[in-house]
């Protein structure tokens, strides 16, 4: 991949779920920034919770960076700031790949759940995530990568309490990108792959295939042995799909 690579981080995450796929590609150009409350810029500014606000960070870390086109990769909540960012910044992005996300609103219940989910960690903490471990993690790495499961469980222990709350009012009034993605494949994209965990129970193949559709009907490439972190699970077979993007 000749342009440089932007991986945007899942909920309640950071840059470091990509360390493990960032050593499986040494000759791409990476940048990975920390969104907003997550080790990136401060809340204290950040306004009512929106993924523009998270999509201008990153457009304005790249520039900071002197990057002014970029392959956009992201997973889960970087997969819903990949698209606002086709929304707000078409011109930097010359490529996408989304990986364990989707294009789709959250239902009704969705978003509902979002909400009393940020009102419980500002109450009782990060210990309100805990619960989210089986669903990040595919069913094979829980059985069979108990080192793996310790460090999620450490993340998901260590996230800042504002930072999950903003995120997570964030992500629920996010519009749907059905049509951001159309209008993207139509402009011509230099790269778009579609990437989902073949034990996604978050974000799975429905999903992969709805935007894959979008984006003109591209295959969808299905991760084996990975749930909803593939490029944490498996990034061997991620970095495979990303090498010949």
């Given at each position: 991949m000749s342009l440089p690579l932007v991986l945007i981080?899942?909920?309640?995450?950071t840059p470091a779920v990509f360390d493990d796929l960032a050593l499986q590609l040494p000759d791409t150009t990476l940048l990975r920034p920390a969104l907003r409350g997550f080790g990136g810029p401060a809340l204290d500014d950040a306004g009512e919770p929106s993924l523009d606000t998270y999509a201008d960070d990153v457009a304005a870390e790249l520039a900071a960076n002197g990057v002014d086109r970029a392959v956009v990769g992201g997973l889960s909540l970087?997969?819903?700031?990949?698209?606002a960012l086709l929304r707000r910044h078409p011109d930097l992005v010359a490529g996408v790949v989304l990986i364990d996300t989707k294009a789709s609103a959250d239902t009704d219940e969705a978003r509902a759940n979002r909400l009393r989910m940020a009102d419980a960690v500002e109450r009782n903490g990060a210990r309100a995530l805990r619960p989210m471990l089986d669903t990040l993690l595919g069913a094979t790495t829980r059985r069979d990568r108990p080192a793996l499961v310790e460090r999620v469980t450490g993340w998901l222990d260590a996230a800042p309490?504002?930072?999950?709350a903003w995120a997570q009012r964030a992500m629920a009034a996010r519009p749907p990108?059905?049509?951001?993605?159309?209008?993207?494949?139509?402009?011509?994209?230099d790269v778009s792959s579609v990437i989902v965990g073949a034990e996604d129970t978050l974000t799975g193949r429905d999903e992969a295939d709805a935007m894959a559709v979008a984006l003109g009907g591209i295959p969808v490439h299905v991760v084996d042995g990975a749930g909803h972190l593939s490029p944490l699970e498996r990034p061997d077979a991620v970095a495979a799909v990303l090498s010949t993007a």
């Open positions: 981080h899942a909920f309640p995450l970087g997969g819903y700031v990949t698209m309490p504002d930072g999950v990108s059905f049509d951001t993605l159309r209008d993207a494949a139509a402009r011509g994209l």
